[in-house]
T-cell receptor
Framework: DGGITQSPKYLFRKEGQNVTLSCEQN?????MYWYRQDPGQGLRLIYY???????QKGDIAEGYSVSREKKESFPLTVTSAQKNPTAFYLC????????????FGSGTRLTVV | AQSVSQHNHHVILSEAASLELGCNYS??????LFWYVQYPGQHLQLLLK??????LVKGIKGFEAEFIKSKFSFNLRKPSVQWSDTAEYFC????????????FGSGTRLLVRP
């Protein structure tokens, strides 16, 4: 079955450490996205990528970095510069021929202690 | 910048009550509009979407939404809710620019009491 795989489901890290969240899709989608979900704030866009080797900052990119070396993969690194990294992170992908067809992963809950 | 506002953060209803969740967006151009639902412990799922044509859109599980362009609104409705509709509901907008990114509202938590 096609879909998006995010791993791990739960992640704990010490403050000051960088951590990388994995996102892999086998849908042959060109575009991929990272969102952060916090209670009462909905989903906020961190980074997105429409093609391989290209990505754009979203609304809350500070303290995060991404890469898009392969079409299938869009890993997100939460750096020590992110002041409040504890959150639920969602990855999504979509076609680029129109605005629909978003598929979401199951998310990674990151807790920084 | 585009933005989406959902004015009801928490809604509590009894079963069989009617539901209307408000959604307003700010963008002057052409948009695609969506409602997503997140049941407890589950993925985000698409409830319905509007691209063009009839402004009254029907989705899954008896939900519908009406696009009112003059009001920049896309309110979600259901005539009679069930306990199983307890979830968080997100309105989202995709501006028809080249980015294809979705901008989400802050969400509305719906609790339906049996």
């Amino acid at each position: 079955d096609g879909g998006i795989t995010q791993s791990p489901k739960y992640l704990f890290r010490k403050e000051g450490q960088n951590v990388t969240l994995s996102c892999e899709q086998n849908l042959n989608h060109d575009a991929m996205y990272w969102y952060r979900q916090d209670p009462g704030q909905g989903l906020r866009l961190i980074y997105y990528s429409q093609i391989v080797n290209d990505f754009q900052k979203g609304d809350i990119a500070e303290g995060y970095s991404v890469s898009r070396e392969k079409k299938e993969s869009f890993p997100l690194t939460v750096t020590s510069a992110q002041k409040n990294p504890t959150a639920f992170y969602l990855c999504a992908s979509s076609t680029t021929t129109n605005g629909y067809g978003y598929t979401f992963g199951s998310g990674t809950r990151l807790t920084v202690v | 910048a585009q933005s989406v506002s959902q004015h009801n953060h928490h809604v509590i209803l009894s079963e069989a009550a009617s539901l209307e969740l408000g959604c307003n967006y700010s963008y002057g151009g052409t948009v695609n509009l969506f409602w997503y639902v997140q049941y407890p412990g589950q993925h985000l799922q698409l409830l319905l979407k509007y691209f063009s044509g009839d402004p009254l859109v029907k989705g899954i599980k008896g939900f519908e939404a009406e696009f009112i362009k003059s009001k920049f609104s896309f309110n979600l409705r259901k005539p009679s809710v069930q306990w199983s509709d307890t979830a968080e509901y997100f309105c989202a907008v995709n501006a028809m620019d080249s980015s294809y990114k979705l901008i989400f509202g802050s969400g509305t938590r719906l609790l339906v009491r049996p």
